[in-house]
């Protein structure tokens, strides 16, 4: 079954920033590079984003969506999907999570990681936060996180309460 080369042409305005975050920033896509992008029917439109801003970028985002390779659950990874994920210099899991398709994604996450590519596991993505938490300043999330954890090596307890006092 051939994987679709397309997703909707058209996709709201307001997934764009964190599309361009994930790929630019986050996963660092480059010119000339080859991304096999997975998504399914109801993560469409968000993978149609990254798809656009992974082409923006000047790389060939090679498309599969779960539902042209049979019915959901998802059990294992098509054959189409490993082959391209062989290829891949990134790859990107776009998708909705269904009971007993852990197998699949590990099966997917073990060619990403013998292969080191970069990638980014996507499961339950959705436009809130695509609008929300993707368009975080990545930047200073890291830097922030370098200072917690100096703090933590240092530490011999870490108390952490909330402002209400849990």
Excluded at 49 to 77: I, K, Q
Excluded at 108 to 116: A, E, H, M, S
Excluded at 148 to 160: D, E, H, P, Q
């Amino acid at each position: 079954m051939p994987n679709r080369t397309k997703l909707p042409p058209v996709y709201a305005e307001d997934l764009v920033p964190g599309a361009r975050n994930a790929v630019r920033t986050c996963l660092r896509i480059r010119p000339g590079e080859r991304v096999t992008l997975v998504t399914d029917l109801e993560t469409e439109e968000i993978a149609a984003s990254l798809a656009g801003e992974a082409r923006g970028a000047g790389a060939s985002p090679d498309v599969h969506v779960l539902e042209d390779y049979g019915p959901r659950p998802m059990l294992d990874l098509p054959p189409p999907i490993a082959e391209s994920l062989e290829r891949a210099d990134v790859s990107i899991y776009a998708g909705q999570p269904k009971p007993g398709e852990l197998a699949f994604r590990r099966a997917l996450t073990r060619i990403v990681d013998r292969r080191k590519i970069r990638h980014a596991h996507m499961v339950a993505i959705s436009r809130r936060i695509m609008c929300e938490a993707m368009r975080a300043d990545f930047a200073e999330v890291d830097a922030l996180s370098g200072r917690v954890l100096g703090r933590a090596r240092k530490a011999s307890k870490i108390v952490a309460r909330s402002r209400g006092g849990s």
